[in-house]
C-alpha cells in the first residue's frame, strides 16, 4: 500500500511539473503572436465587373461598394454621391430612429402612460377583490345553507327509504333488494297513491276555500 501511495504522489509530481513548463511556452508563445497585416493592394485592386455573369450577386450591390469604397477610396473608381442613401431610404432611416431611439421626452412619456395604465390596473384589481370580500360573507351563508339542505334531503331520502323496505317487508313478507324490479313496482304504486291523495286533499282545500264565503254569508243572516 505504500508503495502504491508513493507512485500516487510521483506522478502527481511529474505532472504538475509537466504543466508548469507547458505553460510559460504557451504564454510566451501568445505573447509573440503578430498577426500578418493586410496588405492592399492599391495599383491593382479587385473591381468586380457588375455587367458579368460570372460576378457573384452580393458584389453588385450597394453594400459592397460602400466596402469597397471603404477600402481603396477613389482608386474604387465609385463614385461616393452615389453612397448616399436616397431620399426614401432616408425617410424609412429616420422613422427607424424615431421609432427605435426616441427622443428623451417621448420616452417619458411611454413611460408616465405604462405606469398610468399599470396603475389603472392595480386600481381595477383591487375594486374587484373588494367586491368579492363584500360578497364572501354572503357565499359562505348560501354555502352553509346548501349544504344544510343536501344533508337533510339526504336524511329524508334515507327515511323514506327505510319507510319503503319496511313496507315491502310488511307486504310480501320478506326484505326486498331495492334493486330488484318488484321493488320498483311498489315504489311505483305508492307513489301513484301518494299523487292521488295530493290531489284530492288540494281539490277538497279549494272546495272548502270556495265555500266558506257562502257559509259566512248565511250565518249572518
Known amino acids: 500500500m505504500a508503495a502504491s501511495l508513493l507512485s500516487r504522489r510521483t506522478g502527481l509530481f511529474f505532472g504538475v511539473s509537466k504543466l508548469n513548463s507547458f505553460i510559460p511556452a504557451v504564454v510566451h508563445q501568445i505573447a509573440n503572436y503578430n498577426p500578418r497585416p493586410l496588405w492592399l493592394n492599391i495599383k491593382n485592386p479587385y473591381i468586380p465587373d457588375k455587367e458579368s455573369e460570372k460576378t457573384p450577386d452580393w458584389q453588385k450591390t450597394e453594400k459592397y461598394d460602400r466596402r469597397l469604397f471603404g ?94 323496505l319496511a313496507e315491502a317487508r310488511e307486504r310480501f313478507g320478506y326484505a326486498l333488494d331495492p334493486r330488484s324490479a318488484k321493488f320498483k313496482e311498489m315504489v311505483a304504486e305508492i307513489e301513484k297513491e301518494e299523487k292521488k291523495k295530493k290531489k284530492l286533499q288540494k281539490r277538497r282545500k279549494k272546495e272548502d276555500e270556495q265555500g266558506l264565503p257562502t257559509a259566512t254569508a248565511e250565518a249572518s243572516q
Open 71 to 164: 477600402r481603396y477610396g477613389r482608386a474604387s473608381g465609385i463614385d461616393p454621391a452615389k453612397l448616399w442613401p436616397s431620399h426614401d431610404r432616408l425617410e424609412e432611416l429616420v422613422a427607424e430612429e424615431r421609432e427605435w431611439h426616441p427622443p428623451v421626452e417621448v420616452m417619458l412619456g411611454n413611460i408616465a402612460a405604462r405606469e398610468k395604465e399599470k396603475a389603472q390596473k392595480r386600481m381595477e384589481r383591487e375594486k374587484t377583490i373588494a367586491a368579492n370580500m363584500a360578497k364572501m360573507p354572503k357565499m359562505i351563508a348560501d354555502w352553509k345553507k346548501q349544504k344544510r339542505e343536501t344533508k337533510q334531503k339526504q336524511r329524508e331520502d334515507k327515511i323514506r327509504r327505510d319507510k319503503l
